[in-house]
């Protein structure tokens, strides 16, 4: 077999990994430190939920952050530890800590107990039904690596682990489980269905080689009707999550304008075939995430 190409490696020490100590580095990278949109991917449901909300609590917005990102490594640390057979076979994949021997699985489970931890003694200065949900939600952190073995749709579990912060958030602040959360949550879930189905069309061909899973092998060639289904749905139900929580057609008309015009660009630049083009707009979902939360944050000081 020819040596495996690792120029497309996401793993590379520069930035904030070059800066730290070689023996924290495996352990930062374990974490995604080195690629922080996973994190912003998971803090942006979180803060919708308080926005929606009404809350102007900066403190919980700052507990939220500290917990996404506690969470977020331990995610990708059960991912990697679950998925190391197939990354080493993977070359985007292949030079993470544990598929290369960086990391041994015993390091990397105590790694994991840490991360915990903290993301434990975040969810303990919420309230009772905030905690209650939280705990809920480590099932689906536990059963998501899993499903790229089983069906074509692990982005949806994806989705639904990912976007867990939007029930967290507005409970955090009402005390209870309501409909605009709920409507939030699903907008989530659809957000979440368009832009990781752009991120696995970097590792199609690598996926299909070795027998995993996805929505982007699912989709093929219709991706781009399948993301205009996602996207469209997205805007819908965050314009009704807005509405049920009470803010009015006018934040509603702006937030899915704003967010709709992001997905149209999307749309109009996808390439699934072009793994960097892939990645790139995968990426640029962080500013879905702003564009939905600075409008919520300023409707709770304008109308709240």
Known sequence: MPPMNTTRSDIQETGLI?????PWRPYAKLARLDRPIGTWLLLFPCWWGLALAGSQNLWLYL????GALAMRGAGCTV?????????RQVAR??????ASGEVSMMQAGIFLAAQCFIGLAVLLALNKTAIALGLASTLLIAVYPLMKRVTHWPQFVLGLAFNWGALMGWTAVRGTLDLPALLLYGAGILWTL??????????????????????????GAATGRWLSFFYAG????????????????????????FAGAHFLWQLVWLRIDEPDQCLLLFRANRFV???VLIPLFLGGFLFG
């Open 63 to 66: 507990l939220f952050a500290i």
């Open 93 to 98: 994949t292949a030079l993470r800590p544990l």
């Open 79 to 87: 991912n990697d530890m679950m998925d190391r057979e197939f990354d």
């Open 18 to 22: 070059a800066l730290l100590p070689a």
């Open 289 to 291: 995430g702003w564009l």
């Open 194 to 219: 368009g832009y990781d189905t752009i991120y696995a069309h970097q590792d199609k061909d690598d996926d299909a080689r070795i027998g995993v899973k996805s929505t982007a092998l699912r989709f």
């Open 234 to 257: 997205t805007v819908a139900l965050l314009a009704a999550a807005i509405l049920a929580a009470g803010w009015g057609w006018g934040l509603a008309l702006s937030v899915a304008l």
